[in-house]
């Protein structure tokens, strides 16, 4: 394999998680002989290259001090480059990176617009695939345009009126892992939050709260072949409420691969079944690449496709490795997926100049 770099951080909510995910990224490779780049880019939009051995609590107060700066240009130069103290810059010799960017920027289909401008191969989501993932109303629609089981999504307006008394789960539109979810009692506790909370005034979306749902996800990766895992229920705290942030990532030290779980989780064959099914399905519909978490809830009432997490935290890889896949072997794969295909470009076909050469003034066209 030729140098591959991981990148990890960006200006997210989740940026601290990403810094977890894009470390242990970084020392599987370099453990497996592989000399890394590590990409950090900062809360403020700055990338910068930071030691292979770098540890994660040089980011708690800023930039660790053996960071340098380094810039993403776009182009037919396009790529990472470093900067020297003349500011002449060079080329970084990269063959694909690994993107551990949580939520954001990073996993909304906007750095992915970035490197297919730059030429540069990378795993996870395309930009279209990064953000129908990100953005919850659309990805519900096209669960149910597709006649996938999905729970009822509703975009929170000041019109919105439903027969549903409540209670209601309220969720950032845009954005990922349970952050500025909370449980209202009713749809107008639902709107005030949308003008005082941070976190939904990029829009919201409501669903009906099913306090005896249990949470179930599945993992996804595409290469060498399409493959799903075993099938994880998150434990939800005891008192019931939603399974939060906090229970996915701050209860250890390793991120997601931390959080409480049963996996795989003692299920009847039929849901288990119907589970595998359902995931199969949103791959294709979700232009799935690399590895993915699928989110699902099932109730009495029913199972239903609930979210999909293009890059999820520590990238799944404790699905994996309950099938013997070591996290160097599955960042392998990724990356030999990343490289099997061309970086991805943009079209100019019809671009040819000829409804410019006879167009005449432009105040013509305005008069």
């Known amino acids: ?195 005082t909370q941070p976190l939904l005034r990029d829009g919201a979306v409501v669903q009906n709260y099913l306090s005896d749902a249990v949470d179930l996800n599945i993992s996804v990766r595409t290469h060498p072949e399409v493959s799903l895992s075993s099938i994880e229920r998150p434990l939800r705290p005891e008192d019931g409420g939603i399974y939060s942030y906090a229970d996915k990532y701050l209860r250890g030290s390793e991120g997601m691969a931390s959080a409480p779980r049963e996996l795989p989780a003692d299920l009847p064959a039929q849901i288990e079944g119907q589970l595998r099914t359902l995931a199969s399905q949103v791959v294709d519909l979700a232009m799935v690449r690399s590895v993915a978490r699928i989110d699902f809830l099932w109730s009495p009432d029913g199972l239903w496709v609930n979210e999909i997490n293009t890059i999820p935290g520590s990238l799944s890889w404790y699905f994996w490795a309950q099938e013997g896949i070591s996290f160097a072997e599955l960042l392998s794969q990724m990356l030999e997926e990343a490289l099997e295909n061309p970086a991805i470009g943009f079209r100019t076909d019809g671009a040819d100049g000829s409804a410019l050469r006879d167009v005449g003034a432009i105040a013509h066209k305005l008069a």
């Open 1 to 195: 394999m030729t140098r591959p770099a991981v990148c990890f951080g960006s200006p997210s909510p989740e940026h601290d998680i990403s810094i977890l995910t894009g470390l242990q990224a970084v020392r599987a490779l370099s453990d497996a002989g592989n000399d890394v780049a590590a990409l950090y880019w900062s809360k403020t939009g700055h990338w910068f290259e930071v030691p292979a051995d770098v540890e994660a609590n040089e980011f708690a107060d800023g930039l660790p001090r053996s960071a340098q700066p380094v810039v993403l240009q776009l182009g037919e130069t396009g790529g990472f480059h470093r900067i020297n103290r003349r500011g002449k810059q060079t080329r970084m010799e990269i063959s694909a990176v690994v993107v551990c960017c949580h939520g954001g920027p990073g996993e909304d289909g906007s750095l992915q617009a970035m490197f297919d401008l730059a030429g540069v191969r990378y795993t996870g989501p395309s930009r279209s695939g990064a953000a129908l993932g990100m953005d919850k109303l659309a990805f519900s629609g096209a669960m149910e345009a597709a006649g996938l089981s999905s729970l009822p999504l509703y975009l929170v307006t000041n019109e919105l009126s439903l027969s549903d008394a409540g209670p209601f789960i309220v969720k950032p539109r845009f954005g990922g892992s349970s952050i500025g979810i909370e449980i209202v009692d009713n749809l107008e506790t639902a709107k005030a939050l949308t003008k």
